[in-house]
């Protein structure tokens, strides 16, 4: 994900603004897997919000799946995404999961 996720972030392709890079794999039924490279991070990281809405939306627009809501496995854990769909408009979009703790820090 470091290696691959680098290359596409800075491609010429994307500029130097670069983007974030999710390698979404399709599972069972409407369950995903997502691994995310996030940019100012430079390395993969264990969840990135915006990259499970999106790839569950391209995963229902890819799988032409009438269920609107979809299960993500994460490195940092398990989520759900929902949303409504009319004429490819989506509508009420909501992401689900557990909002942890994973870094403290402290500075003087």
Sequence with gaps: VKE???KIRYSDTYNEAGI???FVELLEGNE???RTYERGVEDETYSC???VT???IASFLETKKVNQSWSIITLGGN???SFEEQNEVFAKVKLIGPAITTFAGRLD
């Design 79 to 81: 989520l759900s995404v």
């Design 49 to 51: 919000g915006t990259g």
């Design 54 to 56: 999106a790839a569950s």
């Design 32 to 34: 995903i897997k997502i």
């Design 4 to 6: 691959e996720g680098a």
């Design 20 to 22: 974030n890079v999710n």
